[in-house]
Structure formats: structure tokens, C-alpha cells
């Protein structure tokens, strides 16, 4: 569940009009994202942020610095000032996540990603970390080509948070540095006490968190922190230009507005509504005939088996479920996502010539009627070179991608 969208600010600049006056300078503009300390306003976002951080939970946090980049790309950042500390550093070592950011920010760093599957955990629906997979990935191209270990707190169920206590300790052992994506994890006060372990008991090089994902601030922002500032400095030496001062305004902002008081607040909040919103999806799902998966340890996003509408269906109109997802979204359901997991009927007979596949699809109905006054039309055809192949069907909060 995301929140985006900004907290009014307007009056507090409009009351404090010394420091509007102060941020538009051109001074001030002289100083932006890698300004020398001193200056004001991006000092005192990175206090506030990190303050942010300490009563989310993290208290290990000992710097960071905030970045007009979203965690993709703030991603890469960390990516490329590691790069300069460890040269040799060639390989990501990746416990895979179905989100290409992180993905796509270890290849555009220039580097090599080395996926770690996940494992099924038992007694529950969950995919979790395979911790002997990580130190195989490691082993099999030696520790010291490794650039980092990368990991994920906040990630779309059925797959939980990394066990990034455990891979921390592990990074420690074999001397690796270790970066946690934690895109919209300050908000969940489970993944801050995995963080908080994960630099207590072992190695955690820094960890990122999206502005707008957490603090409702519009998108474009991400925060950089770490147990030591080394790293943390690295980061803010090598951003290139003084562009843009808008995410830490909406940040300093935010934060000022909020206060420490409104921010606690907001995470009590969000708990709450987590809780209700869980609950009411289970007796929805059930209603229809349907399960939540059990994942315990995801308290940001849930997921529902569509198994048995899927078999309702019949075969041929499975693909058509991924329409639930739109039909979601028009009703301002946030980040919604079928995955189709079940083959397709186009593909379940591959040496079917091409002319079956297309009378196939003449035969399916021209729209789909769902529950309301929502009616789809259906114009794509199957097609046998995209076809998936996975092996059930599920609806998401958010949005599992693979990469
Ligand atoms: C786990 C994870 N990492 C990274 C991202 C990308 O975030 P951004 O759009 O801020 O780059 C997302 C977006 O949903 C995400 O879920």
C-alpha cells in the first residue's frame, strides 16, 4: 500500500517567510545535494530524516544523506560509490525479488547480478531468503570479486523481507559489504527491527528508503543511511550537480510539518489500517470462495489465491483474470497486480499450428462481464511467443514483476 501525494505545507511558508526568502537564494542553490556543511536546509532535512529514522525504529543508524533520486536510481548511487572502495567488486549477489528497480540498478552500474532464488518457508505460503544459496552465490566467484550482497525488507507477498539479520552476519564472516533495499519498509516497524538487528549483529553498509513511499511526499526522493558514515559520505561526494532541490523541500517540509509527535502517528496508523485491511480482504476473499496466502512476516502486502476462480473459468478464459487488476485499479485500489500463473490456453499445446491458436481466439467472448456495471473489451489476441508459464494464479496488493 502506497501513500503518495504531498502534506500541506503551503502555510507553514507562508508563516515562515525568512526561510522561503533563504531557500530561493542563490546562495542557497549554490550549496544543493552535495553542499558543504552549513548549509541549512540540507543539514537539517538530514537531522530530521535521520531523527525519522530513530523513531521508525532504527536506531543503528548513524547517518544519511537524502537524494533527489527515487531507490532505483539512488540505488545505483550506492552501487557506484561502493564500486570506488572495492574495485575489484564485479558481482551483485541478489536474493531475487519480481521488481526490476533494483535489477536494473546493478546493470546499470555496470555490474553482473548473481540471482539468488528464493525457498519456500514451511508451515506457511511464504518465499523467504536462501541463506545457503547466498553463500554458494558468493563462494562460486569468490568473496573478493563480490561488490556487495543486496537484499529487500519491503516486498510484495507471497515473498517476505529478507532475513538481512542473518545475510548481515554472513557479510560480516566473509568480509562483503551489504546493501538493503528498504524502498518502503520505514513505514513497517517489522522490517525497521530487521534492520536494526541486521546492523547490530553484523554487517549492513547502507540501506535505502524511498521519500514518497514513506513521508507522502511526491515522488522523486530517497534516503541513504548507514550504522557508518563512510559510505554515506561517498555518496554524497560523488552525486554529480546541484539538481534538484524540490525532494528535500517536500521532505523538509513534510518533516517539519509533521513533527516527531505526527510521525509516530502516522506509523501507529498505518499499522492499524494494515490490520483492518488484512482482515477485511480475508472474509472478501472467503466470500468468493477464495484464500488469503498465509505470509506472516509481509505486513505491507498481501495476496490472494485465484485458483479457484481460475478453474471456474475454464482454460480458456484464464487469461482474462489479469483483468481483476484493472477492474481494482478503477476502483482506486492501489498497486494491485494478477499474476498468471496457470499456463495459458494458447500455449498448454505447443505443437498446435498457428492457425488453431488464432481460431482459439476467435471463439473467446468479446468482452467480460465482471460483477458491477464494468464491462471490458477484449481485443488482445494470445500470443505463443509471450506466453507464461507459471503454475497458479494470484492477486497481489502490488505489483510482482519478474524481472
Ligand atoms: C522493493 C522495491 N524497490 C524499488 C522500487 C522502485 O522504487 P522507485 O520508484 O522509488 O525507484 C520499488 C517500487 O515499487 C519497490 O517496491
Known sequence: MENEGPVPYLSFFRSTPQLYAFVGSPCYLRGAVCAPPGVLPVQLTRYLALDALHIAGIRAAKACCVLPAATGLTMTLVFLALRQLRPAGRYVVWSRIDQKSCFKAIGASGLTPLVVELKA???SDALGTDMDGMAAAIEQVGAENVLCICTTTSTFAPRVPDSVDEVAVLAARL??????????GLQCSKCCHLIEQACRRGRVDAFVQSTDKNFLVPVGGAIVAAAKPALVDKISQI?????????????????LSLGAAGWKRLLQERKDNAAWFQDRFAKAAERQGLRLLSCPANKISFVCDLNPLAKEMGKADVDHLTFLGSALFTRRVSGPRVVLCSQPAASSCPEAPAADVEAEAEERPQSLKLKGRYRKPLTARPSRATAPTRTSTRVA???PRAP
Not at 248 to 253: G, I, Q
Open 121 to 123: 518457508l514451511e508451515g
Open 175 to 184: 568480509e562483503v559489504p551489504h546493501v538493503i533495499n528498504n524502498a518502503y
Open 239 to 255: 552525486y554529480p550537480g546541484r539538481a534538484s532541490m524540490s525532494p528535500l523541500l517536500d521532505l523538509l517540509m513534510t518533516l
Open 397 to 399: 496488493t502490488s505489483r
